[in-house]
């Protein structure tokens, strides 16, 4: 089982910047990917950034440019760096840790912290 603790979420104007914090209960070296997801009222959850293998990253094309993935591994942490927020980036942003043992994936959520940015 993978415990996540996330904070960092707020309210902010348009232009303005936000950093989130998902902090894991097991070794960042033990799992095979890290990283955002978000989920805006009546929308379906989505990848926002991730780290995948090693230090492969991915982004959505939708904030590429002004967010930034990073992590830091002695504290099994991984932040997300949001500039230049914009009002369609409010949602529940929620970190995920996934596993994968025996050829099987387990997914692991964050509780989800809100970001609002206002027009």
């Known amino acids: 089982q993978v415990q996540l603790v996330e904070s960092g979420g707020g309210l902010v104007q348009a232009g303005g910047s936000l950093r989130l914090s998902c902090a894991a209960s097991?070794?960042?070296?033990?799992?095979?990917?890290m990283g955002w997801y978000r989920q805006a009222p009546g929308k379906q959850r989505e990848l926002v950034a991730v780290?995948?293998?090693?230090?492969?990253?991915n982004y959505a094309d939708s904030v590429k440019g002004r967010f930034t993935i990073s992590r830091d591994n002695a504290k099994n942490t991984v932040y997300l760096q949001m500039n230049n927020l914009k009002p369609e980036d409010t949602a529940v942003y929620y970190c995920?840790?996934?596993?994968?043992?025996?050829?099987?994936?387990?997914?692991?959520w964050g509780q989800g912290t809100q970001v609002t940015v206002s027009s």
């Open positions: 097991v070794s960042i070296f033990s799992i095979n990917a």
């Open positions: 995920n840790v996934r596993r994968v043992m025996l050829s099987k994936e387990y997914d692991y």
């Open positions: 780290f995948t293998s090693g230090d492969s990253t």
